[in-house]
């Protein structure tokens, strides 16, 4: 059993920067990825970036070069740097960690202000 809890989400100016943070506990040692998804209103849930145990990073096209995701020296702990935001940005940020099976956290508002 993975728990993961995310912080950082609020209101932001477009144009502004966030960094979402989050913390996993429980069996940690079987996670192979931890990722970030966001799900707008009316929308399906979408992959935004993803990191494995490795290293490997993975991004969604309407997020390059803007996001940045890095994982904590502990490996328990998953970061979304977001930068340059824009209103199609405003989604309720999900973290997820991949052990064989997927846990999810509650999520955390982001509102990104025109």
């Known amino acids: 059993q993975v728990q993961l809890v995310e912080s950082g989400g609020g209101l932001v100016q477009a144009g502004g920067s966030l960094r979402l943070s989050c913390v996993a506990s429980?069996?940690?040692?079987?996670?192979?990825?931890m990722s970030w998804h966001r799900q707008a209103p009316g929308k399906q849930r979408e992959l935004v970036a993803s990191m494995s145990s490795g290293g490997i990073t993975n991004y969604a096209d309407s997020v390059k070069g803007r996001f940045t995701v890095s994982r904590g020296n502990a490996k328990n702990t998953v970061y979304l740097q977001m930068n340059s935001v824009e209103p199609e940005d405003t989604a309720v940020y999900y973290c997820?960690?991949?052990?064989?099976?997927?846990?999810w956290g509650q999520g955390t508002q982001v509102t990104v202000s025109s």
């Open positions: 429980g069996s940690i040692s079987s996670i192979y990825t």
């Open positions: 997820s960690a991949y052990t064989g099976f997927k846990y």
